[in-house]
């Protein structure tokens, strides 16, 4: 009898445990919506803006960008020049979320994003990665950006414009 009455015992533990975690689920469901929740991937629709504010905007972004690209360029400049001192050999090419433009990725965890002059440059330093050690050879800053040189043996060289610095993912 006592084990009719514990197994009795149990079996109610159980249901009131599968009771309270049924709840505790539904209470932390969304609640029913006739409109379906937005997506990650989904675009909000843009808010109208009068030109003058646009341009006005635009403006005012373009100072900041003026403002910080010094010191953006610092801020590379010391990186890079680490990079080159201690020879930090590239070990991974990665592709970018923007386009033409890929993530460099030394054996430090310094990571550059760059593109090149031309379309598919990069694919010679990455071939030459499988054969020997591709390093950052010079950087100097140009009109069109921070130029990055690298080169590898035998005679190898690759120029690419610094998009700025990035953090691993």
């Known amino acids: 009898m006592e084990w ?19 709840r505790a689920r539904d209470s932390l469901a969304p609640p029913a919506t006739s409109a379906p929740a937005p997506r990650s991937g989904d675009k909000a629709e843009p808010v109208p803006m009068h030109s003058d504010d646009q341009a006005e905007l635009e403006a005012r972004f373009a100072a900041v960008d003026e403002e910080i690209l010094d010191d953006l360029q610092r801020l590379l400049a010391a990186r890079m020049k680490g990079v080159m001192l201690r020879q930090v050999p590239v070990r991974v090419i990665r592709a970018s979320p923007a386009p033409s433009v890929a993530r460099i990725c030394f054996s430090d965890g310094t990571i ?11 694919v010679q330093m990455a071939f030459a990665m499988l054969r ?19 080169g590898w043996r035998p005679d190898g060289e690759l120029e690419v414009i610094a998009v700025g610095l990035d953090q691993s993912d």
Do not use: I, K, Q, W
Not at 112 to 122: E, Y
């Open 132 to 150: 020997t050690s591709v390093t950052l050879n010079a950087f100097e800053l140009t009109e069109e950006g921070p130029s990055l040189r690298f």
């Open 4 to 22: 009719a009455l514990l197994l009795v015992a149990l079996t109610l533990l159980a249901g009131l445990g599968a009771l309270r975690a049924a």
């Open 112 to 122: 550059v994003l760059a593109t090149t002059h031309r379309p598919g440059d990069m």
